[in-house]
């Protein structure tokens, strides 16, 4: 009883100090630039008076703050569930091609209907949906196993990304914004869209706890407890997907947060997805925050993008990853 409570302890610890890094790196990022402003001034100028410098950072600097996190946030819950969806520790919906399936439906809606481009979230939810299908379908033999799943994710990823460049090589307007990843330029507009899906996603996984943990059960024993287990994969992998298509429509395809936040969860608050759904959202938005913010920072006046960075450092983790899980999932 004591252990259990010491380990309760540490997991509000963490997550308090998780919550207060995000807090500090939320104003470090908006005074990453030429305009500087102090907490009370930043205060003042939102709910008092009006002051310049807080105006220009609140339409320049705030939209890519708010839509890093929420977007990190929505790709880290995302890998959370797809990885428990498949019973595989490896999935992410940019390793396995849904990330991909759904900027590919953004680049068609964006070079044939230009005029759409309030839903192309949407769009990029039926793409990701239509991806994940695909993806079932040609996973499936005799059920499905980890490895299957892995190698047929990576064709599909391939088959669309060379449609994206396809589409992107074929001179369309707009296109070529939507297919290089990147958290510039963004507007109140975008901000919106995202935080509506997004918190509609949130929403849906804080619900689904208890599926994700029934997933980590065989199918038969799943079936034996009275529950339809097809229905609670049909319905996480619809979270999983809007959280991941949603995001890839704002701000392009981010590889590996969906791989990298999740591990870094369960190593501080353990498998239950009753605390490691918030811990891996907090997670995730600070981490592509971080990774946006030290893009704009390590070489002034150029900008690295943080889709550049978190594969830097993603790719040799899901290496890493898959080296240690042989035994297991390679089988």
Not at 17 to 41: D, H, R, W, Y
Not at 169 to 190: F, M, P, R
Not at 215 to 239: H, P, Y
Request: aromatic share 8%; with cysteine; glycine share 8%.
């Amino acid at each position: 009883m004591a252990a259990s409570k010491r380990l309760i302890k540490n997991k509000k610890l963490l997550t308090i100090l998780l919550v207060v890094a995000l807090i500090a790196l939320f104003f470090i990022a908006i005074n990453s630039g030429s305009i500087k402003v102090t907490p009370i001034e930043l205060f003042k100028g939102l709910f008092v008076e009006y002051d310049r410098n807080v105006a220009s950072i609140v339409d320049l600097r705030f939209p890519r703050v708010f839509i890093a996190m929420f977007a990190g946030a929505s790709l880290a819950v995302a890998g959370v569930i797809l990885q428990a969806v498949l019973r595989n520790p490896l999935a992410d919906p940019s390793i396995i091609g849904i990330s991909s399936g759904a900027s590919l439906a953004t680049v068609i809606v964006a070079s044939l209907f230009p005029g759409m481009y309030f839903q192309i979230p949407i769009f990029a939810f039926i793409g990701g949906l239509i991806t994940s299908v695909i993806l079932y379908l040609l996973s499936w033999k005799s059920g499905m196993k980890p490895l299957r799943v892995i190698l047929t994710g990576i064709a599909v990823n391939a088959v669309c990304t060379a449609l994206i460049e396809l589409f992107s090589g074929s001179g369309q307007s707009g296109v070529a914004s939507i297919v290089e990843a990147n958290i510039t330029l963004k507007t109140w507009n975008d901000v919106n869209m995202i935080v509506f899906y997004s918190c509609i996603g949130f929403v849906l996984s804080l619900f689904s706890v208890k599926a994700c943990d029934l997933m980590a059960l065989e199918d038969k024993t799943i079936q034996s407890l009275g529950v339809q287990v097809n229905k609670i994969r049909i319905f996480l992998m619809f979270i999983s997907v809007l959280l991941a298509s949603i995001s890839t429509a704002i701000v392009g395809v981010i590889s590996f947060l969906g791989l990298i936040a999740p591990h870094i969860a369960r190593l501080c608050v353990g498998s239950n997805h009753k605390h490691l759904i918030p811990f891996s959202m907090l997670l995730g938005a600070f981490l592509l925050l971080l990774a946006d913010t030290v893009g704009r920072l390590i070489m002034p006046p150029y900008e690295i993008s943080a889709a550049i960075l978190m594969s830097l450092v993603g790719g040799p983790l899901f290496i890493i990853l898959l080296k240690k899980s042989d035994d297991v999932y390679g089988k």
